[in-house]
């Protein structure tokens, strides 16, 4: 069970905790640390508008997008004016991920910030689930940590639940190494953007990457200890009893297309 110190304060007269689900108007006044990373589930707007109401009120000096390649995050243009000039810029309509109009106002958010691309190369995210993550990136950090088997088995079951019980059990281990890879990279991006520009980063990312236990947050607490990590995971419906972040909002789920009729 996890223990937390509990510290009351008031952020703009609303009272939070750690450990503690807040309300986006927190978000207005998120407090401070070096890395505050920011989960969405992909496809909801709501996460978006939250984490753009995040990032503005941090003013960081760096946004680390796991939606950009290392290339595209140094295509960010200084200009921000046109929504359709950015997309282009940044070949987001080929890159597979959600409409860009809901991470746009992330990026005007973020003002003056540089941004770091770190989404894992495809070539290199398939031969980590045959080959191992530590093979396709030798001394990437926390990759060469042994995950007690509880983490593992847990990490297979959420791997499972994710793909709608429908893959073989045989490929779940090789589906934690590919996630362990993206951990690795948005670790490695953070860890160069405080080296290059300083803190506050940003960090924009799936719920899962921000998970305290075993995301981005516990890579970067063995990799680089001395960082002080802010972790805000966004729910759909309702939070698990024992959710794996400092801090974290609860959303309706919006209306989409089963995911899992392709299975049955």
């Known amino acids: 069970m996890r223990i ?7 952020i703009g007269g609303t009272p939070w905790a750690w450990g503690a689900e807040i309300g986006p108007e927190v978000l207005d006044a998120v ?8 989960g969405e589930v992909h ?31 140094a295509k960010v243009p200084a200009d921000l004016g046109n929504r359709a000039q950015v997309a282009r810029a940044l070949g987001w309509n080929a890159s597979g991920w959600p409409d860009f109009e809901m991470y746009y106002p992330i990026f005007v958010a973020a003002r003056d910030a540089r941004h770091y691309g ?14 191992g993550a530590l093979a396709v990136m030798p001394g990437g950090p926390g990759l ?11 990490r297979e079951a959420e791997q499972m639940a994710a793909h709608c019980d429908a893959m073989p059990e045989a490929v779940l281990p090789g589906m934690v190494q590919a996630q ?23 960090v924009i990312t799936g719920t899962g990457h921000a998970r305290r236990d075993w995301g981005v947050p ?13 972790s805000v995971g966004q729910i759909e419906g309702a939070a698990p009893e024992d959710a794996p972040f400092d801090l974290w909002v609860v959303t309706k789920s919006i209306a989409r297309d089963d995911p899992c009729a392709a299975f049955r």
């Open 43 to 73: 496809d909801n707007p709501e996460h978006h508008m939250n984490q753009a109401r995040a990032v503005f009120s941090l003013t960081p000096r760096a946004v680390v997008w796991e939606m950009l390649s290392a290339e595209a995050g």
């Open 180 to 202: 362990r890879l993206r951990d690795a990279y948005l670790t490695e991006a953070v860890m160069r953007a405080l080296a290059e520009v300083g803190p506050p980063v940003a």
């Open 218 to 230: 516990a890579v970067l607490a063995e990799a680089a200890p001395g960082i002080s990590v802010l």
């Open 4 to 10: 937390w110190i509990m510290t009351l304060a008031l």
């Open 31 to 38: 407090p401070r640390a070096d890395v505050v990373l920011l």
């Open 144 to 154: 060469a940590r042994i995950l007690p088997e509880a983490e593992q088995t847990a």
């Open 118 to 131: 770190a989404e894992v190369p495809r070539d290199l995210a398939r031969r980590s689930v045959t080959e």
